[in-house]
């Protein structure tokens, strides 16, 4: 009788167990996709393509951590006076995406920061933070070619 006990008990413990490491394996799986972005691109079509990769991107993975990171040319995507995709762009922000304008861009040429729409978080420089990212396991997409 107490063997049968322990057994029921150690299947019921067995059971518990799968299934919370069933639960937290689905929770990082929803959590493990990491994309860094690098946009480098003035071209309004370029843009675009951009702004329908990450309509998909978040269609496919809603929970999935991305940022964007605007530099050289690609600072017009961010810009106030000269994108054409700022509702879009909020609406991103509010799904979480994260968009990042260059500093040594801004500098070189000579845009202030509040040229930049609302909400964009500054990076000294674009390179470095996609390449950090990179170093921390993100995947890398360039868009804009």
């Not at 070189?108 to 950090?132: A, D, M, Y």
Request: aromatic share 8%.
């Amino acid at each position: 009788m107490k063997s049968i006990l322990q057994q029921s008990m150690l299947l019921l413990f067995i059971l518990g167990l799968t299934s919370t490491v069933g639960f937290s394996q689905k929770k990082v799986a929803n959590s493990q996709h990491k994309i860094v972005i690098q946009f480098s691109s003035g071209d309004t079509l370029a843009q675009k393509g951009l702004k329908n990769n990450l309509k998909n991107l978040t269609t496919a993975w809603p929970d999935a951590s991305i940022e964007v990171v605007c530099h050289g040319p690609g600072i017009s995507f961010v810009r106030t006076e000269t994108t054409k995709y700022a509702e879009d762009i909020i609406n991103f922000k509010k799904m979480g995406i994260v968009f990042a304008a260059c500093e040594n861009t801004l500098k070189e040429r000579k845009i202030e920061k509040s040229e930049i729409l609302p909400g964009i978080q500054f990076v000294p420089n674009g390179l470095v933070e996609v390449i950090t990212k990179q170093e921390k396991g993100w995947s890398y997409i360039k868009a804009g070619f």
